[in-house]
């Protein structure tokens, strides 16, 4: 959205304030500022929309996808990221418009030449309050009744052989309509090449077990290496993808008497993405304790403020969308 007006006027600048914030502020611990050619081509853009998203002055509005990724590559503080996501998806929002003026009638819509004159007495009153429909409005009616038996007669003979097999030991038509649990959540696969909260969260529970990674958010080789080693070492097949067995083994159980720095911080950036206010310290605060209540009172897990396996794969499934490159 260029030229943006309205009240996400300010969001917009706001947003493009940030950006080019992180931007400027990227060049640290000996690593040069990318260029903004440079930096288009990771994101996938071209250079005229980078830099329009990083121009205060004449903003557009940069996507949600797109302010995730600037924040991962340029390594942008992550107490930012929750601002960044708000600034988006507020700048994003546009309001519909209402119509200035109700419709023209059209000549279709005028009465039918036959209708009787003002002055006549009407045979009975439904003759004035329902006139005659329009042969096309009849039409189009009919067609819609048709529709409905059709799709009537479709659901009573699906709905029938469902049941039969629900007799012969299939499932239950209250089992197939129950909604599925927290204990349904299944694990995520994390592999080479994800970015953001996969990499992020394998790569701070690799550090919370002695491995030395680079919380970058980017799953790349070295990443990949550290998994292999740590699968190795568990007697799992070491293939470099993080799934359901990796995950058992790699996550740590957090509580007020076992809680390791980097473990906490994996747990608070989950927490913190899901919306769920956290501060990213990696102390396992009173504080922190309160936010991982009330995100396991609501997803229906048992509040008891501990990291179990449960609360962890809960965690993971309410992040966002995954990003691979």
């Not at 260029?2 to 080019?20: C, F, I, K």
């Not at 096309?136 to 009919?142: E, K, M, W």
């Not at 290496?225 to 993808?241: R, S, Y």
């Amino acid at each position: 959205m260029t030229g943006p007006t309205g009240p996400d006027r300010e969001a917009v600048r706001a947003l493009a304030e940030l950006l080019r914030k992180w931007w400027e502020l990227s060049a640290r611990e000996g690593r040069p500022k990318p260029t903004q050619q440079s930096l288009a081509g990771r994101l996938g853009i071209d250079q005229t929309t980078l830099s329009r998203y990083l121009n205060p002055r004449h903003p557009s509005t940069a996507p949600l996808r797109t302010v995730e990724l600037l924040h991962t590559v340029l390594r942008a503080p992550a107490a930012d990221l929750p601002r960044a996501r708000a600034l988006a998806e507020e700048a994003a929002a546009v309001p519909a418009r209402k119509s200035p003026h109700p419709a023209e009638p059209t000549p279709a819509d005028a009465a039918p030449a036959d209708a009787a004159p003002a002055n006549a007495a009407p045979a009975d009153a439904a003759a004035v309050v329902a006139p005659a429909p329009r042969r096309g409005a009849t039409h189009r009616t009919a067609l819609a009744f048709l529709a409905v038996l059709t799709l009537g007669g479709g659901i009573g003979l699906g709905w029938s052989a469902f049941a039969h097999r629900a007799g012969q030991g299939g499932p239950s038509v209250a089992a197939a309509a129950a909604p599925e649990g927290p204990a349904a959540s299944r694990w995520p696969l994390a592999r080479k090449g994800d970015l953001l909260w996969k990499a992020r969260t394998v790569q701070y529970l690799l550090q919370a077990h002695g491995h030395a990674v680079e919380a970058d958010g980017d799953f790349g080789a070295a990443t990949a290496a550290a998994v292999k080693t740590f699968q190795a070492a568990h007697g799992l097949l070491a293939d470099g993808k993080v799934g359901a067995q990796t995950w058992s083994h790699l996550i740590i159980r957090i509580d007020s008497h076992n809680d390791p720095k980097q473990a906490v911080v994996a747990l608070q950036y989950l927490l913190n993405n899901t919306g769920t206010a956290t501060d990213v310290t990696g102390i396992f605060t009173p504080s922190t304790t309160r936010s991982l209540d009330t995100f396991q009172r609501s997803r229906a897990l048992p509040v008891t403020g501990v990291a179990d396996p449960a609360t962890w794969r809960a965690l993971l499934a309410s992040q966002g969308p995954a990003i691979h490159r």
